[in-house]
């Protein structure tokens, strides 16, 4: 199975700051890679599918690029309602493995 | 409003069975693949298994292979998951998802998400 690594496995960070997270693949998984974000104690939601596009509704300030092994979540401003644990996820396999998570709080 | 409502979960004793619900509304159910993903309190995602739109593809993870069975009535919007052999290991919440095509594979994505149901497998 594609085994799904992120880094930090937590952050604390500031309303406004740029917040970018990574998501690592044990092996090219091309562009098949989506991002969910998760608040407490809430159902996951779809930010980003194969890799950089925006689900719909999702606010301008979440993008992601990559493709291989190496992805990116940025959060250009954070705003209030972005805490929360955010997942990669790839879908390259028909085993669909999660990243462990990456925890934003705030600072 | 698209949305999909889990129900079913509770406390079961080990080895015995539970089958969790997920219904659909809002969208044309019959349309879409579905997946189940659980959660375990605390801790990360686990993407646990899918169905295409008429039920002739699914697939499991290896953690839950042989002893859980996904199955759907499109008839009544609804999705199934039957759990057998339960151990304490598969307590999680238990959310059923949508994907965006009829078929699941490279390049799917979960664009709904239910509101989980919690299985607690305890003596």
């Known amino acids: 199975d594609i085994q799904m690594t992120q880094s930090p496995s937590s952050l604390s960070a500031s309303v406004g700051d740029r917040v970018t997270i990574t998501c690592r693949a044990s092996?090219?998984?091309?562009?098949?890679l989506n991002w969910y974000q998760q608040r407490p104690g809430k159902a996951p939601k779809l930010l980003i599918y194969?890799?950089?596009t925006l689900e719909s509704g999702v606010p301008s300030r979440f993008s992601g690029v990559g493709s291989g092994t190496d992805f990116t979540l940025t959060i250009s401003s954070l705003q209030p309602e972005d805490f929360g644990t955010y997942y990669c996820?790839?879908?390259?396999?028909?085993?669909?493995?999660f990243g462990p998570g990456t925890k934003v709080d705030l600072k | 409003e698209m949305q999909l409502v889990e129900s079913g979960g509770g406390l079961v004793q080990p080895g015995r069975s539970l089958r969790l619900s997920c219904e659909g509304s809002?969208?044309?159910?019959?349309?879409?693949?579905l997946h189940w993903v659980r959660q375990a309190p605390g801790k990360g995602l686990e993407w646990i298994s899918s169905?295409?739109?008429?039920?002739?593809?699914?697939?499991?993870a290896d953690s839950v292979k042989g002893r859980f069975t996904i199955s759907r009535d499109n008839a009544k919007n609804s999705l199934y998951l039957q759990m057998d052999s339960l151990s304490a290991e598969d307590t999680a919440f238990y959310y059923c998802a949508k994907d965006p095509l009829s078929y699941f594979g490279s390049g799917t994505y979960f664009d709904l998400w239910g509101q989980g149901t919690l299985v607690t497998v305890s003596s």
């Open positions: 996820q790839q879908t390259s396999s028909k085993v669909f493995t």
């Open positions: 809002g969208f044309s159910f019959d349309d879409y693949a």
């Open positions: 169905i295409s739109w008429k039920s002739d593809r699914v697939e499991y």
């Open positions: 194969t890799a950089s």
């Open positions: 092996q090219s998984i091309s562009v098949f």
